[in-house]
């Protein structure tokens, strides 16, 4: 199943100075859970296409785009509970699963109470053969410097929504693939749980 997400915002309030200075990784998180278009402006923020050419909202080294975004929903206003792959191309979520998985991805994560609590968690999984032919043994590397420039767009995009979040590497990659059923060539590299911050307003 296919679900198109809201078109993404592409004005706001908050300057990008002041999402400098404010972001902070965030580990905890009110009750109260997120909506469809906070959901989807995080995902666009990370990997959306914003040019007819198909580049992004960030850059990858000669545009060939080797990660993949994950969502783990378990309180999304707008989205049943479950596991969802974004597809930047179309804008849309494609659901793989009924359940969030948020209990495994947890105790993968040597139990980092971060993910224990989140009502929506994007993992970022890697593709190490859609570099290996262009830049041979630094192929890794370009995959990760492109996964840097994609987490910080999320963390910029959350303080612009007044959320919180934080990237989370410590975890068992094995655990996590199985956990998520991903294909054999991915490899997940993040984690990022995300919510309210506590005490904040809806
Ligand atoms: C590569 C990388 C891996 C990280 N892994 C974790 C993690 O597993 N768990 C966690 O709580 N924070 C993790 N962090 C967040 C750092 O702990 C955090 O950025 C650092 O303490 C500085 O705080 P700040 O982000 O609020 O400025 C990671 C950050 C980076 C860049």
Redo the contacts with the bound molecule.
């Keep these: 199943m296919r679900m198109k997400l809201p078109e993404p915002k592409t004005t706001g309030v908050v300057s990008v100075e002041e999402a400098l200075n404010k972001r ?2 965030t ?1 905890e998180y009110a009750e109260a859970g997120l909506n469809l278009f906070e959901v989807a402006q995080l995902l666009w923020s990370a990997y959306g296409i914003t040019s007819s050419e198909g580049f992004r909202t960030a850059p990858s080294a000669m545009a060939l785009y080797p990660l993949e975004f994950y969502l783990s929903a378990t309180l999304v206003e707008g989205l049943p509970l479950g596991f969802y792959q974004y597809v930047p191309t179309s804008h849309e979520l494609k659901k793989l699963g009924d359940e969030s998985k948020r209990e495994e991805l947890y105790t993968a ?1 040597f139990e ?1 109470t ?1 993910l224990a609590g989140a009502p929506a968690i994007l993992i970022i999984s890697g593709i190490y053969d859609r570099t290996k032919e262009k830049f041979g043994e630094s192929g890794p590397d370009y995959v990760h410097m492109d996964l840097g420039h994609a987490a910080q767009n999320v963390h910029m995009q959350a303080v612009s929504l007044n959320l919180g979040t ?5 975890f068992r990659r094995d655990d996590v693939k199985k956990a998520l059923s991903l294909p054999e060539e991915e490899t997940p590299l993040y984690m990022m749980p995300v919510g309210r911050l506590p005490g904040s307003a809806c």
């Design positions: 902070r990784s580990r994560s980092q971060a934080v990237v989370i590497a410590a």
